[in-house]
């Protein structure tokens, strides 16, 4: 399988496409890319983890770069520390959604947000061209250190952050599904720190994932079952590398990961002034639009990719954002997609209104999405797709600032080329079911 090498890192199969070699020179890439100083480097909790670190950490040090090793820890964990301890990068090991199987690197900037689009080309370039350098050529050899505690500073912003003592009154009832990844502990400490009585239901890091770890509906029946069982007040789902968050209502329902995101948006804005600003992809669902217009708010929309949405709220000074994948994006946290301030967030709406996660749900304004995926070996058969839909929907608005959108009255079709896997992306939505499924569909007989 093609290794993918894109503007969200590289991944690929372990052992595979994703050889030791490809490790080694893409960290001696991002060496020569940042020139000198501190590396914060964490990882999730595959199994290929540990010997994907050993070989970051020396090609860092050859190149004369020190790392700051903080363990198994969530994306935004790793995120948040390259801020908190004033390094000049971060590189995060971890293939985030992906099955088991894969692994890859994240690579993160001083400000503690991913490569943008040219920054990303730029690494890309160093690592093809594979001319390493130091600092002015120099071969200082690095140094490695650990960090023992990177969750303190996360979790202390996330309860500076929520209304701390409304959430400890309720007393909720919590299951976790961390797909045993890099959440798994830092998840259990926050829920916790929040008055919670946590049930684990996949929460151990040291075994190995017990399903797809993409918190989709279909991945998700165990968490359903158990939060009907345990009558519990919710269930939480993360992905591998803890940036995106779903959730289970306490009737034992997944209602998909864009709730996530409206939930949350719907909270911080019922609190704001009239004007805030809110940043999106252009894949998320018009609930956000909805709840926007509700508040007074204006939504603006970027291409796919978390860099994209971040530095656009830095830009517009957005008060909250994110991708409707469960990414949730608050900057009082970080200028990156947190599942763990997404959970904070969560219960702070349900504390704050007296309802069950069921009727929040039901309260929002509803949409059906359908998100399908087709393999696609490569970008010139995707290029086709993309013309075939130009010109099939010629007289309709279009968007192409990412593959295509097309943008009816209300629903919309999304197709685009993924950053992370070799297939092409489907979206679309609409008021009924079943014409969101006629709109995917439809991709298939182009």
Not at 48 to 69: A, F, H, P, R, T
Not at 112 to 133: H, M, P, V
Not at 293 to 319: D, F, S
Request: contains cysteine.
């Amino acid at each position: 399988m093609t290794l993918k090498i894109s503007i969200s890192g590289v991944r690929g199969i372990t052992g595979g496409s994703l050889t030791n070699e490809v490790v080694s020179d893409f960290s001696k890439a991002f060496a020569t890319y940042l020139g000198k100083g501190q590396v914060v480097l964490g990882r999730d909790s595959r199994a290929s983890g540990e010997n994907i670190k050993d070989i970051c950490v020396k090609s860092l040090n050859q190149l004369g770069l020190d790392v700051i090793y903080v363990g198994i820890a969530p994306t935004p964990t790793v995120q948040l520390m390259v801020k908190e301890l004033k390094a000049d990068g971060g590189l995060i090991i971890t293939a985030s959604h992906n099955p088991g199987q894969w692994n890859g690197l994240k690579f993160v900037r001083s400000d503690g947000i991913f490569l943008n689009e040219n920054q990303a080309n730029e690494l890309i370039d160093k690592y093809k061209a594979k001319a390493f350098e130091g600092k002015g050529g120099q071969r200082r050899q690095g140094t490695m250190k650990t960090y023992k505690d990177p969750y303190k500073a996360h979790i202390s912003k996330i309860l500076d952050s929520v209304d701390l003592e409304a959430i400890k009154k309720r007393k909720f009832k919590v299951v976790l599904d961390s797909c045993n990844g890099a959440g798994s502990i830092i998840t259990v400490k926050l829920l916790e720190e929040l008055g919670c009585d946590v049930i684990r239901l996949y929460a151990d890091p040291d075994k190995p994932f017990p399903h797809d770890p993409e918190p989709v509906p279909e991945n998700l029946k165990d968490l359903c079952d158990k939060v009907k069982e345990a009558k519990a007040d919710i269930g939480f789902a993360q992905d591998a590398d803890a940036d995106r968050l779903a959730i289970v209502t306490d009737e034992g329902k997944a209602p998909g990961e864009e709730y996530t995101l409206a939930v949350t948006i719907e909270h911080v804005l019922s609190r704001a002034k009239k004007g805030a600003t809110v940043v999106v992809n252009l894949s998320t669902s018009m609930m956000i639009d909805d709840i926007a217009n509700k508040y007074g708010a204006k939504v603006i929309r970027t291409k796919i990719g978390e860099v994209n949405v971040a530095e656009e709220m830095v830009k517009q000074k957005g008060l909250i954002g994110g991708e409707g994948n469960g990414g949730v994006m608050y900057p009082r946290v970080g200028f990156n997609r947190d599942s763990l301030i997404g959970i904070g967030l969560v219960l702070n709406a349900m504390a704050s209104k007296g309802k069950s996660i069921s009727q929040m749900v039901k309260d929002i304004p509803g949409y059906h999405i359908v998100k399908r995926k087709i393999d696609c070996p490569n970008k010139l058969e995707a290029d086709k797709l993309i013309e075939n839909i130009r010109s099939n929907y010629k007289n309709e608005r279009i968007d192409e600032r990412d593959g295509i959108k097309v943008i009816f009255k209300d629903s919309w079709l999304h197709v685009r080329s993924s950053n992370t896997e070799p297939i092409v992306r489907i979206i679309a939505e609409a008021k009924s079911q079943e014409k969101a499924l006629r709109l995917s569909r439809s991709i298939e007989l182009q």
